[in-house]
């Protein structure tokens, strides 16, 4: 993948189809519409919105605010600075998780700074 189209590798979440999905594509026949059942972080979807072979890119994903989350910068249309989020620390990542509304912020946060992006328990265990 080249440097311009790190960007496709969507949101990070264990199991990231990142590494492979331009060779997914190229497996895939072309059609109307792609859905992305299991969309996860999104890699699919974006390479597959890019790629030119659908008329449309359909992502799922359970969490509405991670479907929103990758919708808005997909658009480039959030209203966080995401350099904000680029440490974090287990006592504030803890205060997002408990005390933060449901929002596309709070979910790239949680998502971003969970271990195995579950959105529950910090990056780092204690020790480190």
Not at 19 to 47: H, W, Y
Not at 109 to 120: H, K
Request: net charge neutral; with cysteine.
């Amino acid at each position: 993948m080249k440097l311009k189209d790190k960007w496709k590798r969507g949101l990070p979440y264990v199991g990231n189809k990142g590494q492979n999905a331009e060779q997914i594509m190229e497996v895939l026949p072309d059609g109307k519409r792609l859905v992305d059942v299991f969309g996860g972080g999104g890699c699919v979807s974006l390479t597959a919105a890019s790629s030119g072979k659908w008329d449309e890119v359909v992502y799922n994903d359970r969490r509405k605010t991670v479907v929103n989350l990758l919708k808005s910068l997909i658009e480039d249309n959030h209203h966080f600075d995401l350099m904000k989020y680029v440490y974090m620390d287990r006592e504030t990542f803890n205060n997002w998780r408990d005390n933060m509304p449901d929002s596309i912020e709070c979910t790239l946060v949680l998502t971003v700074w969970s271990f195995g992006n579950e959105l529950i328990g910090y990056m780092w265990g204690k020790k480190i």
